[in-house]
């Protein structure tokens, strides 16, 4: 009795749904938009931290602000880690990759590197930016091509030092074929050799930074996040939270689309409202932020400043100098553009048809007129 009595209690896993022998979870885990299955099951077992079983691999989804802050951030110090991947980083041969690397890799004293990226490539940023512009005077129906060549531009120069061309460039090209694997190969569960392996606000350096410009780019990037469920991070101890026993060895799983969907932060999560994060025309301090979407804690993304400094100004550049509308068909109907996208790591928007035209004859001049400033 006396050693039943000293028997220490084991706590009980976060809830999640029913597990089968051996195969645990494999067989209902979704293939496509999981991030909308994991916030339906979030919903189902009342909880904002869920726990599932890849084949005997330990998974735990975090669908709420607190939960991932409380242990991405607040404990770093164990979390901070990242999975195995065989398919990224083995098979694909990703292994050199600081995104998907072990905290304690080779590639860690590179992080900080892209702190300096920001500030160094603003110059190379307006010059790009500017490009589109007028690339957009000339051939309007392909802006979303030049918007991908003009960040690969920018990247590529930032990081290589090289001049893209200004389509068909090889490097972009490349670029563009290697992400395409590599972003499917992050998504947990999507293959199944991972399971069995046998801004910061605007940048102050802008004068004059719009707040609604602002508001509008956080908003977009809450409303559609780049990538709706994080890279996952890895407790190698075992944890506790909220009573649960967070088992060692578990892939912790930040659902960041249920988190910018929490209708307890951003009331009408799915509608469109930049309004959100400003209050008497000015930013709102105290708005929640939609800067989770670059993670959590040690691992968050290191371009962070860098993306959102290139948003900025090509936002701010194109409303400012353009027209954008919904399009007319033949018929004279208007055409509602489609907001359908990809169901990958990274939410890419599917074609869809629109119009941009110059807002005036000056604005056109003025675009024009960026060529004497290369």
Same mark, same amino acid.
């Not at 975090?62 to 939960?67: D, E, G, H, I, V």
């Not at 083995?90 to 702190?115: H, I, K, T, Y």
């Not at 490349?174 to 293959?191: D, V």
């Not at 578990?250 to 951003?266: F, K, M, Q, R």
């Given at each position: 009795?006396?050693?039943?009595?000293?028997?220490?209690?084991?706590?009980?896993?976060?809830?999640?749904?029913?597990?089968?022998?051996?195969?645990?979870?494999?067989?209902?885990?979704?293939?496509?938009?999981?991030?909308?299955?994991?916030?339906?099951?979030?919903?189902?077992?009342?909880?904002?931290?869920?726990?599932?079983?890849?084949?005997?691999?330990?998974?735990?989804?975090?669908?709420?602000?607190?939960?991932?802050?409380?242990?991405?951030?607040?404990?770093?110090?164990?979390?901070?880690?990242?999975?195995?991947?065989?398919?990224?980083?083995?098979?694909?041969?990703?292994?050199?990759?600081?995104?998907?690397?072990?905290?304690?890799?080779?590639?860690?004293?590179?992080?900080?590197?892209?702190?300096?990226?920001?500030?160094?490539?603003?110059?190379?940023?307006?010059?790009?930016?500017?490009?589109?512009?007028?690339?957009?005077?000339?051939?309007?129906?392909?802006?979303?091509?030049?918007?991908?060549?003009?960040?690969?531009? /920018?990247?590529?120069?930032? @990081?290589?030092?090289? *001049?893209?061309?200004?389509?068909?460039? &090889? #490097?972009?090209?490349?670029? $563009?074929?290697?992400?395409?694997?590599?972003?499917?190969?992050?998504?947990?569960?999507?293959?199944?050799?991972?399971?069995?392996?046998?801004?910061?606000?605007?940048?102050?350096?802008?004068?004059?930074?719009?707040?609604?410009?602002?508001?509008?780019?956080?908003?977009?990037?809450?409303?559609?996040?780049?990538?709706?469920?994080?890279?996952?991070?890895?407790?190698?101890?075992?944890?506790?939270?909220?009573?649960?026993?967070?088992?060692?060895?578990?892939?912790? /799983?930040?659902?960041?689309? @249920?988190?910018?969907? *929490?209708?307890?932060?951003?009331?009408? &999560? #799915?509608?469109?409202?930049? $309004?959100?994060?400003?209050?008497?025309?000015?930013?709102?301090?105290?708005?929640?932020?939609?800067?989770?979407?670059?993670?959590?804690?040690?691992?968050?993304?290191?371009?962070?400043?860098?993306?959102?400094?290139?948003?900025?100004?090509?936002?701010?550049?194109?409303?400012?100098?353009?027209?954008?509308?919904?399009?007319?068909?033949?018929?004279?109907?208007?055409?509602?553009?489609?907001?359908?996208?990809?169901?990958?790591?990274?939410?890419?928007?599917?074609?869809?048809?629109?119009?941009?035209?110059?807002?005036?004859?000056?604005?056109?001049?003025?675009?024009?007129?960026?060529?004497?400033? $290369?």
């Amino acid at each position: 009795i006396y050693l039943l009595q000293r028997r220490p209690i084991k706590l009980p896993l976060p809830p999640g749904p029913p597990k089968l022998p051996v195969l645990g979870n494999l067989l209902d885990h979704p293939s496509t938009l999981e991030w909308e299955t994991y916030m339906e099951w979030s919903k189902s077992y009342n909880s904002d931290i869920l726990h599932l079983s890849m084949a005997g691999k330990s998974v735990v989804i975090l669908s709420s602000m607190n939960a991932a802050v409380d242990l991405l951030q607040k404990r770093s110090a164990i979390y901070s880690d990242r999975v195995r991947l065989p398919m990224v980083n083995e098979l694909m041969r990703w292994e050199f990759n600081f995104g998907s690397s072990p905290f304690a890799s080779p590639q860690a004293p590179q992080l900080p590197v892209f702190d300096q990226l920001s500030n160094s490539t603003r110059p190379k940023q307006l010059s790009a930016t500017h490009r589109l512009l007028r690339r957009s005077l000339q051939r309007p129906d392909r802006l979303l091509e030049d918007l991908r060549n003009m960040v690969g531009e /920018i990247i590529i120069g930032s @990081a290589y030092g090289l *001049d893209v061309l200004p389509e068909d460039d &090889p #490097y972009v090209k490349l670029a $563009e074929q290697a992400n395409a694997g590599l972003i499917q190969g992050f998504i947990p569960g999507r293959f199944l050799v991972d399971s069995l392996p046998i801004l910061k606000y605007v940048p102050r350096w802008f004068p004059g930074s719009g707040p609604y410009t602002t508001a509008l780019m956080k908003e977009a990037i809450r409303w559609k996040p780049t990538a709706p469920v994080w890279i996952p991070h890895f407790v190698g101890v075992e944890d506790e939270y909220r009573g649960y026993r967070i088992p060692a060895g578990s892939v912790v /799983i930040p659902n960041i689309w @249920a988190i910018l969907h *929490d209708e307890a932060l951003y009331p009408e &999560p #799915y509608a469109f409202r930049p $309004e959100r994060f400003l209050i008497n025309g000015k930013l709102d301090p105290s708005a929640p932020t939609s800067d989770v979407a670059f993670g959590y804690g040690r691992r968050f993304c290191p371009g962070q400043d860098l993306s959102l400094s290139i948003l900025w100004i090509t936002m701010a550049s194109i409303l400012a100098t353009f027209d954008i509308t919904k399009a007319v068909g033949e018929d004279g109907k208007v055409i509602e553009p489609s907001c359908d996208y990809s169901s990958a790591f990274v939410l890419v928007p599917l074609p869809f048809e629109y119009s941009i035209k110059p807002r005036s004859k000056e604005s056109e001049a003025l675009i024009r007129s960026t060529v004497d400033q $290369e």
